[in-house]
Antibody, heavy 121, light 108 residues
Framework: EVQLVQSGTEVKKPGESLKISCKGF????????INWVRQMPGKGLEWMGR????????NYSPSFQGHVTFTADRSISTAYLQWSSLKASDTAIYYC??????????????WGQGTLVTVSS | SYVLTQPPSVSEAPGQTARITCGGN??????VHWYQQKPGQAPVLVVY???DRPSGIPERFSGSNSGNTAALTISRVEAGDEADYYC???????????FGGGTKLTVL
């Protein structure tokens, strides 16, 4: 059974750094990209970008470029999302999702349970 | 960048048919995917490639896509279908995933 299991809730102060994780089970991690998606409180889904599970190639949405970093360690089937300096506006739930190619694009067929990140002084 | 437009809300009585639209410029040439998100839960894929269903998704969920509008149709709506629904496409020109703003389905 395919599963993505994310790390737990985080409470941080502005300016602090953070790294959250997403571990894949039940499939070949290097055969798929991982999408990262943000959901701010009461808001919709926002695509942050993606990372290739085979070679760690990345694409970032312009809205997040320069503020977050995606990494991956295929030896342990894990993708990471990190911040070097958090802001209060980073408060959100962050989802990882497995990307699968489709007819003329791709979709996210399996999602992690989400990681709640709260940034507050 | 490519924009997807969804109505903020749709309401329907149990047993009726709910239709949630997703508008985009010439969206009919793209593959459209739909996600269901219930309160406090992660999104779940319910339709992919316009009109295919993942295993485990009821046949009551179907999709269509033509011209400038894609749609998710839910037949015989149940209370358990109450959720937010998001459409999504891949924008090859920007190499980005694009989500619609989401539609809240209320079952009356």
């Amino acid at each position: 059974e395919v599963q993505l299991v994310q790390s737990g809730t985080e409470v941080k102060k502005p300016g602090e750094s953070l790294k959250i994780s997403c571990k894949g089970f039940g499939y070949t991690f290097s055969s798929h990209w991982i999408n990262w998606v943000r959901q701010m409180p009461g808001k919709g889904l926002e695509w942050m970008g993606r990372i290739d599970g085979s070679d760690s190639e990345t694409n970032y949405s312009p809205s997040f470029q320069g503020h977050v970093t995606f990494t991956a360690d295929r030896s342990i089937s894990t993708a990471y999302l990190q911040w070097s300096s958090l802001k209060a506006s980073d408060t959100a739930i962050y989802y990882c999702a497995r990307r699968t190619l489709s007819g003329s694009g791709s979709y996210s067929d399996y999602w992690g349970q989400g990681t709640l990140v709260t940034v507050s002084s | 960048s490519y924009v997807l437009t969804q109505p903020p809300s749709v309401s329907e009585a149990p047993g009726q048919t709910a239709r949630i639209t997703c508008g985009g410029n010439n969206i009919g040439i793209r593959s459209v995917h739909w996600y269901q998100q219930k309160p406090g839960q992660a999104p779940v894929l319910v339709v992919y490639d316009d009109d295919d269903r993942p295993s485990g998704i009821p046949e009551r969920f179907s999709g269509s896509n033509s011209g400038n509008t894609a749609a998710l149709t839910i037949s015989r709506v149940e209370a358990g279908d109450e959720a937010d629904y998001y459409c999504q496409v891949w924008d090859s020109s920007s190499v980005h995933v694009v989500f619609g703003g989401g539609t809240k389905l209320t079952v009356l």
